[in-house]
């Protein structure tokens, strides 16, 4: 197998700092259960930025050095393991969850793969995706054909790209267990990057009656005028159910519970190593719930995105900012430039 260009992080010789290079590395022959991919799509995430720019302290213990990161990927199958079953062919248009579970704990058996001790994460501690070529698990792979046949293979790539990113959203506001979801709520989304676009987009699909997202980018509000949420600037007075936090901006969040609709809930998607002090007897009396979340992989997220992507119901294309060469991706990642979208790596040009 040829060796391919990849963005490795690693420590700089001169000490704990972690930078990024390009680096020849020869992808792994795919074990029994394991799919060697050809990477089509790679999106940069808030955490990729992370990793490459400090000495790893917000995801310490998270991942592991020399990492190829990479977690919000789309490609194509280019070769099987010995017991990969028939229904993945080569060629099949796929992406991958990026924690893989050991299959065999209680959190696995349930379908929290993020509370597995023995799991491994895609781009965090085992090789990901800023390369061409990935080998990957069979255990969490998805196709989405159904979205390349109707979009075509280059755009319907580019949304596989984003699906990692609306996992978030999707695991925190739809799984049961933290809430009691119902149409009709009036949602507030604090930030539009990709996170909190994804956010917004399911809370409308998902039959809210409001969607207002605060956002103080005046270049956002207007690339998102079409948007089916509401872009405003200033946090608004009215009441929200639900207040999801993707900003990780503390100010704007404890103004923002004084909006919160009695028995609302507050949810936070960002992460942030700072400490936010809440007004707790504002929760008591309003009877306010908060919570947040550090797995995206339950059960269904993937596959109901997936069907939702394909049934053209969300607008992810609107978040796609630019599609940039690995070169560009390593000076993005060394500059903190942070787009006005998702950035997505492209090996097979835009
Ligand atoms: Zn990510
Ligand atoms: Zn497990």
Redesign the pocket.
Same mark, same amino acid.
């Given at each position: 197998m040829k060796s391919n260009e990849s963005i490795v992080l690693d420590f700089a010789s001169s000490g704990k700092k972690v930078s990024a290079k390009i680096v020849y590395v020869t992808p792994r022959k795919p074990r029994d259960n394991e799919v060697l991919i050809k990477v089509s799509f790679c999106g940069i995430c808030g955490s990729d930025f992370a990793m490459a720019n400090n000495s790893g302290k917000r995801y310490q213990g998270v991942f592991q050095l020399p990492l190829v990161p990479g977690h919000e990927f789309s490609g194509v199958i280019v070769e099987k393991g010995k017991t990969v079953s028939r229904e993945w062919e080569i060629g099949e248009p796929v992406i991958s969850e990026e924690t893989i =579970? %050991? =299959?065999? %704990? !209680?959190? %696995?058996?349930v379908g929290k793969?993020h509370? %597995?001790? !023995?799991?491994k994460k895609i781009g965090f501690t085992i090789p990901g995706a800023y390369t061409q070529y990935v080998t990957v698990s069979v255990n969490r792979l998805w196709s989405i054909k159904s979205i390349t046949d109707v979009f075509g293979k280059s755009l319907g790539l580019k949304l596989g790209a984003l699906i990692q990113p609306y996992s978030i959203p999707y695991s925190a506001i739809f799984d049961g267990s933290r809430n009691n979801w119902k149409p009709g709520k009036n949602i507030l989304v604090l930030g539009c990057g990709p996170i909190g676009f994804a956010a917004a987009d399911l809370c409308f699909v998902a039959g809210a009656a409001r969607v207002v997202v605060v956002e103080k980018d005046s270049e956002k509000i207007k690339k998102f005028k079409k948007f089916s949420a509401k872009i405003v600037s200033e946090l608004p007075t009215n009441k929200f159910d639900y207040i999801i936090d993707s900003t990780g901006d503390f100010e704007l969040i404890k103004k923002s519970v004084s909006i919160a609709a009695p028995f609302g809930t507050l949810i936070s998607l960002s992460r942030t190593s700072k400490k936010i002090e809440l007004d707790t007897e504002n929760f008591a009396r309003q009877n306010l719930c908060f919570y947040s979340i550090d797995g995206n992989s339950l059960l269904e997220t993937y596959p109901n995105i997936i069907q939702l992507m394909a049934a053209n119901r969300l607008s992810g294309k609107m978040i796609i900012d630019q599609v940039v060469s690995l070169q560009k991706a390593k000076t993005i990642l060394e500059k903190q430039r942070k787009g006005k979208g998702k950035i997505l790596i492209g090996f097979e040009g835009k």
């Amino acid at each position: 197998m040829k060796s391919n260009e990849s963005i490795v992080l690693d420590f700089a010789s001169s000490g704990k700092k972690v930078s990024a290079k390009i680096v020849y590395v020869t992808p792994r022959k795919p074990r029994d259960n394991e799919v060697l991919i050809k990477v089509s799509f790679c999106g940069i995430c808030g955490s990729d930025f992370a990793m490459a720019n400090n000495s790893g302290k917000r995801y310490q213990g998270v991942f592991q050095l020399p990492l190829v990161p990479g977690h919000e990927f789309s490609g194509v199958i280019v070769e099987k393991g010995k017991t990969v079953s028939r229904e993945w062919e080569i060629g099949e248009p796929v992406i991958s969850e990026e924690t893989i =579970g %050991c =299959g065999m %704990c !209680n959190y %696995c058996k349930v379908g929290k793969f993020h509370f %597995c001790t !023995n799991s491994k994460k895609i781009g965090f501690t085992i090789p990901g995706a800023y390369t061409q070529y990935v080998t990957v698990s069979v255990n969490r792979l998805w196709s989405i054909k159904s979205i390349t046949d109707v979009f075509g293979k280059s755009l319907g790539l580019k949304l596989g790209a984003l699906i990692q990113p609306y996992s978030i959203p999707y695991s925190a506001i739809f799984d049961g267990s933290r809430n009691n979801w119902k149409p009709g709520k009036n949602i507030l989304v604090l930030g539009c990057g990709p996170i909190g676009f994804a956010a917004a987009d399911l809370c409308f699909v998902a039959g809210a009656a409001r969607v207002v997202v605060v956002e103080k980018d005046s270049e956002k509000i207007k690339k998102f005028k079409k948007f089916s949420a509401k872009i405003v600037s200033e946090l608004p007075t009215n009441k929200f159910d639900y207040i999801i936090d993707s900003t990780g901006d503390f100010e704007l969040i404890k103004k923002s519970v004084s909006i919160a609709a009695p028995f609302g809930t507050l949810i936070s998607l960002s992460r942030t190593s700072k400490k936010i002090e809440l007004d707790t007897e504002n929760f008591a009396r309003q009877n306010l719930c908060f919570y947040s979340i550090d797995g995206n992989s339950l059960l269904e997220t993937y596959p109901n995105i997936i069907q939702l992507m394909a049934a053209n119901r969300l607008s992810g294309k609107m978040i796609i900012d630019q599609v940039v060469s690995l070169q560009k991706a390593k000076t993005i990642l060394e500059k903190q430039r942070k787009g006005k979208g998702k950035i997505l790596i492209g090996f097979e040009g835009k």
